[in-house]
């Protein structure tokens, strides 16, 4: 008798298959509009993203019903205003999407075109003054990527810390479009000493940790009212390092048409006996800095994420099932003879 186990355990290489050709197929085509969005001047390009984001708008049902919603919880806007500010951030990550397209084919020559430096920046030259590096975080706002761009260019060392996706041609792709702007990925599956590494060299770590990731290391903090999961690794890397922990933006000005590279003093890290309440308040002082940037440049950070998924349960039940797969996947030892 075929059971419905069976059943499934018979289907799954056939859907394994399946979604592996359907990730090839969109990653293949995703290739080719980033090619040919790549071929148009810049001014082009950027309206072209904008336009696409708007109609993205409107047939992402889901994404822009979760962002809305997520606009009123945080911010407590009205349903009208809520939809607007939802707009305008498809339209801005539709124009991020076609810079960094135009970007592979100009390389790091058309940053200075995209980016302002505010005075603040001399604020990094201070810090490293110190020669113990800097952890450069930011929020996926404005275009982040450029941040790194921006400093490499000007001949500062360091790398970016991102996560690595279980799609190894998109991590290559990726990869390859950073290189092209001037700095390298360091993913966090790598040793923790390939970050303290380029700290040690008096570099700059640029890390990103304002997002939901159930796999990494993190705490709850509050996060515009609610509990949220939180990577610790730039205040346990900070500590470890004795480096100082920068918040750095780049918001679009649209009336200038160009992005603001602003940089806030280092984070003031609490230092007591107990080191693991000390991670809950400096993640949570750093966490209020990037509260505040958002709150004011709302439309420009991707409210579709899901910020608040994980909960304290939530988390449990992930962790066991990771060590159920652990139990699964170890081998069996043969039982020892006589």
């Known amino acids: 008798m075929t059971t419905k186990h069976s059943k499934k355990a018979r289907k799954s290489p056939i859907r394994k298959r399946l979604r592996r050709v359907r990730r090839h197929a969109g990653f293949a085509l995703g290739r080719s509009a980033v090619r040919w969005i790549g071929k148009l001047e810049m001014a082009r390009a950027q309206k072209l993203g904008e336009s696409v ?3 993205a708008y409107r047939v992402r049902g889901t994404d822009r019903r979760r962002a809305v919603r997520h606009l009123q ?4 806007l009205g349903a009208r205003a809520s939809e607007t500010t939802a ?8 124009r991020v999407a076609a810079e960094m ?6 390389g790091s020559d058309a940053v200075d075109a995209l980016v302002e430096p505010d005075s603040s920046v001399s604020i990094i030259d201070d810090v490293l003054a110190r020669e113990r590096g800097a952890i450069i975080i930011t929020p996926h706002l404005g275009h982040f990527e450029l941040i790194a761009a921006w400093f490499a260019r000007r001949g500062y060392k360091g790398k970016v810390v991102g996560a690595r996706v279980a799609f190894d041609p998109y991590n290559a792709f990726l990869d390859e479009g950073r290189r092209n702007l001037g700095f390298e990925t360091i993913f966090t599956d790598e040793s923790p000493r390939e970050i303290l590494k380029v700290l040690r ?16 290391e993190g705490v709850f903090v509050p996060f515009f009212g609610r509990p949220a999961y939180t990577p610790k690794g ?10 100082a922990l920068v918040p750095v933006f780049i918001p679009w000005i649209e009336e200038r ?4 590279l602003i940089v806030k003093p280092p984070v ?33 950070w991707p409210w579709i994420h899901r910020r608040w998924r994980t909960t304290p349960e939530r988390l449990e039940r992930v962790r066991l099932k990771r060590e159920k797969k652990l139990d699964e996947d170890r081998p069996v030892r043969s039982p020892a003879r006589d």
């Open 87 to 94: 707009k305008r951030m498809f339209r801005h990550f539709g």
């Open 257 to 260: 048409r160009h992005y603001r």
């Open 234 to 243: 730039p205040v346990v890397l900070a500590q470890a390092a004795r480096a």
């Open 53 to 55: 984001g708007a109609l």
């Open 73 to 76: 919880d945080a911010l407590g």
């Open 268 to 300: 003031e890290l609490a230092a007591t006996d107990d080191r693991e309440r000390d991670v809950v308040e400096n993640t949570h002082r750093w966490s209020r800095v990037f509260e505040s940037f958002i709150a004011a440049h709302a439309d420009q």
């Open 201 to 216: 060299g008096n570099g700059l770590v640029g890390m990103l940790p304002d997002q939901d990731i159930d796999k990494m």
């Open 101 to 106: 397209a135009v970007l592979r084919r100009l």
